[in-house]
């Protein structure tokens, strides 16, 4: 492990604790002693013995906020498993599921989904594509407990985790208080998730963290030695369950615990494939989900738009602070009035890449919105017959691995103009046009507006798309085009507003596409 080595005034005890190296009558060898060192404490081991509490600095806030990580925890075997009080806190919090990149952005593994997870950025920004950790930024991206140390250092901050590269590699590292790191890899997930219990619950009880984050590796171990599939899994995920029970009894056990106000985040980094393993395209690796329940975050609500990158704004906005320049994410308690994400949603028709019972697809606008497709000929596959709205897992799995999976910042529901996908069946002559016009949008006698939207383009053949901008019932009037790819972009476009002009429309015009490529776009906003 890389100890700390912190600068601050705050002086506490770095604890120690070697490999296990059993001698011939089976004694363990002994410990070396305490060493001081500056603010963090850092605890890194292989024995089974008792992990020594650390001296976690007293915290200054009744805001409190306990981030529980589950490494490989795919959401969606929670309900065939023993698990309680995970069950508890999906009814009483807020849960929402989504998926994950695939590469070339970033491979379904445990550093990039744990640095998504800690910084609040996706990894086109904090550059952490696998587990080498190779080009990391935590430099301009930090993890949320050493951002909030930067913020505020009379916040106390608390780490615990056994997937060693965690600590080794700075994801949870500088400017935490105090750190516990353990190595699972070396001396087994089962034993160290116990320990990592033991000792957190003791510092979420009778020590006065202010943000917590505790991690725990067994359940993806499972997933890799029987897969996701299997009884072991399930096993995995109910003893896990019996860890949450033990780290909320710890905090409810509190004696200040009536003048607090804590939220619980629960999240996990990756998914798993039925077999077993991870890293991959398929929806099953990509599967992630973020669980939280605290004050003002809704009950027993199951939004479509959470992200993953959703948890270090989560962790900001319950302790009351504005959200930091930079992330991507936005606190789970927020609620979406993009008018996409309240469309129904149709299952397949045409589409064979995806399962009968999956609900991702319709041709109805919203209210106030259109779609003409003049400029499109009959036939090819409906789903994708001019813009469609449809969801992430709906359109990746049309075809994977064509970069459709890399659209990370929309959310929920977006609109879609896909020529490739919609060529797959016959169609009459001529090329793909489709035009996506927005509701108006007053101006308020406003000289100037900005238009701002996330984009996910690719180029390809003599295809076009355009953003285009129509006052009143004036001329439509272009003022962006695309001429290469634009990966996951967020967009903002200042227009200039005619004098004595009241509404404005925007429009999204793909055209003269064949077999090409395709347009997305989400979250369309006006100012």
């Given at each position: 492990?890389?100890?700390?080595?912190?600068?601050?005034?705050?002086?506490?005890?770095m604890i120690l604790i070697?490999?296990?190296?059993l001698a011939g009558s089976g004694a363990p060898t002994p410990s070396r002693p305490a060493l001081v060192s500056a603010k963090a404490v850092n605890t890194t081991a292989a024995q089974a013995e008792p992990v020594p509490v650390p001296a976690v600095p007293d915290g200054t806030s009744a805001d409190k906020v306990l981030v529980i990580g589950l490494d490989g925890l795919r959401h969606d075997r929670i309900a065939a498993a023993d698990a309680p009080n995970l069950d508890a806190l999906i009814a009483h919090g807020t849960f929402g599921t989504s998926l994950l990149y695939t590469a070339p952005m970033a491979a379904t593994s445990s550093g990039p989904g744990w640095s998504t997870i800690a910084t609040g950025t996706w990894p086109d920004k904090h550059k952490v594509r696998n587990n080498t950790f190779a080009g990391k930024r935590y430099d301009l991206y930090p993890g949320f407990l050493a951002r909030l140390e930067k913020i505020d250092p009379s916040y106390s901050t608390y780490a615990a985790m056994d997937w060693r590269s965690l600590g080794d590699q700075g994801t949870f590292g500088s400017g935490i208080d105090a750190r516990i790191v353990?190595?699972?890899?070396?001396?087994?997930?089962?034993v160290e998730d116990g320990r990592i219990i033991a000792v957190s619950e003791k510092v979420l009880r009778d020590r006065n963290p202010d943000v917590a984050f505790v991690s725990l590796g067994n359940v993806d171990i499972a997933g890799h030695d029987s897969g996701a599939a299997d009884q072991a899994y399930l096993n995995a995920i109910a003893t896990v369950d019996t860890y949450v029970g033990r780290l909320l009894a710890a905090v409810q056990s509190r004696s200040t615990y009536h003048d607090e106000r804590w939220t619980v985040i629960v999240t996990t980094d990756h998914g798993h494939t039925d077999a077993g393993g991870h890293g991959g395209s398929t929806v099953e690796e990509r599967r992630t989900f973020v669980l939280a329940a605290g004050p003002g975050i809704p009950a027993g609500a199951t939004p479509a738009g959470i992200r993953l990158v959703d948890v270090a704004a989560t962790v900001f906005g319950q302790l009351g602070l504005a959200r930091p320049a930079g992330l991507d994410g936005r606190s789970i308690a927020f609620r979406s009035t993009d008018p996409f994400d309240r469309l129904p949603l149709r299952r397949r028709v045409q589409e064979t890449g995806v399962p009968a019972g999956i609900r991702g697809f319709t041709h109805t606008a919203p209210p106030g919105w259109s779609v003409d497709n003049r400029g499109l000929p009959s036939g090819g596959v409906e789903e994708w017959r001019g813009w469609s709205f449809t969801t992430d897992e709906f359109w990746s799995r049309a075809q994977r691995d064509q970069w459709r999976e890399l659209f990370v910042r929309g959310r929920g529901v977006f609109a879609v103009a896909?020529?490739?996908?919609?060529?797959?069946r016959p169609h009459g002559t001529g090329t793909f046009g489709s035009t996506l016009a927005s509701a108006p949008y007053p101006l308020a006698d406003r000289r100037s507006a900005r238009i701002g939207y996330v984009t996910h383009y690719r180029q390809g053949g003599a295809q076009k798309a355009q953003v285009l901008v129509s006052f009143d019932r004036g001329r439509t009037k272009v003022v962006k085009a695309y001429t290469a790819d634009a990966v996951s972009k967020v967009e903002s476009i200042p227009v200039a507003v005619p004098v004595g002009a009241t509404r404005m429309t925007v429009r999204f015009r793909y055209s003269n596409a064949d077999n090409d490529w395709y347009w997305a776009i989400d979250d369309l906003r006006v100012t």
């Open positions: 492990m890389r100890l700390r080595n912190a600068m601050g005034a705050a002086v506490a005890v070697p490999t296990a190296a353990l190595d699972g890899d070396s001396d087994g997930y089962p896909d020529s490739d996908e919609w060529d797959d």
